[in-house]
Nanobody, 122 residues
Framework: QVQFVESGGGSVQVGGSLTLSCTAA????????MAWYQQAPGKQRKLVAGIQKSGITNYADSVKGRFTISRENAKNAVYLRMSELTTADTGVYYCNAAQLDPQGTYYPMDKWGEGTLVTVTS
């Protein structure tokens, strides 16, 4: 079963940048879309960025132009470059493999890693 390990979180001031990393072990990484999800304090987890097997990327409206997702199949890794951070970006960030339906909706796998905490301070 695939396991995900996220890293790169930390505390940063508004306007700053961070790059998150995720490595996957135990599965055929390049067969799946990958995505990053944010769980803000007191809120449900939501998708912020996804990257399909083809390399096509998708972003939540709130992060378009600020976040960049990329993947490196040879390393079973996916990254999230975050810039111009705001306090609304605070939360625990998780990566996961996903299936897409014909409408392009990402459906994550059941198993989640521990995530990495991003705190943006004003």
């Amino acid at each position: 079963q695939v396991q995900f390990v996220e890293s790169g979180g930390g505390s940063v001031q508004v306007g700053g940048s961070l790059t998150l990393s995720c490595t996957a072990a135990g599965g055929m990484f390049d067969l799946f879309a990958m995505a990053w999800y944010q769980q803000a304090p007191g809120k449900q987890r939501k998708l912020v960025a996804g990257i399909q097997k083809s390399g096509i990327t998708n972003y939540a409206d709130s992060v378009k132009g600020r976040f960049t997702i990329s993947r490196e199949n040879a390393k079973n890794a996916v990254y999230l470059r975050m810039s111009e951070l705001t306090t609304a970006d605070t939360g625990v960030y998780y990566c996961n493999a996903a299936q897409l339906d014909p409408q392009g909706t990402y459906y994550p796998m059941d198993k989640w890693g521990e995530g990495t905490l991003v705190t943006v301070t004003s």
